[in-house]
């Protein structure tokens, strides 16, 4: 599958961004999707989840609240809606996707789309 992330951008702090993530390749509805993300001079790190049907998500603790995980499986598009922003969430964000477990779908990775939150 291959994963192309777009939506990412610059904003202030207690803005909002929507990202994007087209899948291609194989049925769409067979994988788990999610975002991971990854700060200058940190590690990686979940973000957010979703089951393949979508019915289901799973996010990071400090993420609860201020950031959606939603999917279209008629468009091959997983969606993460931020709000809320502050510095702390600038990142590169990744759209992942996953065979196993759904609540954490790192099987297969995009390039990542840059947000960067001004304070």
């Known amino acids: 599958v291959q994963l192309q992330a777009s939506g990412g951008g610059l904003v202030q702090a207690g803005g909002s961004l929507r990202l994007s993530c087209v899948a291609s390749g194989r049925t769409f509805s067979s994988y788990a999707m999610g975002w991971f993300r990854q700060a200058p001079g940190k590690e990686r790190e979940f973000v957010a989840a979703?089951?393949?049907?979508?019915?289901?998500?799973n996010y990071a603790d400090s993420r609860k609240g201020r950031f959606t995980i939603s999917r279209d499986n008629a468009k091959n598009t997983v969606y993460l809606q931020m709000n809320s922003l502050t510095p702390e969430d600038t990142a590169i964000y990744y759209c992942?996707?996953?065979?196993?477990?759904?609540?954490?779908?790192?099987?297969?990775w995009g390039q990542g789309t840059q947000v960067t939150v001004s304070s």
């Open positions: 992942t996707a996953g065979e196993g477990d759904w609540r954490l779908p790192n099987d297969y």
């Open positions: 979703v089951s393949r049907g979508g019915a289901l998500t």
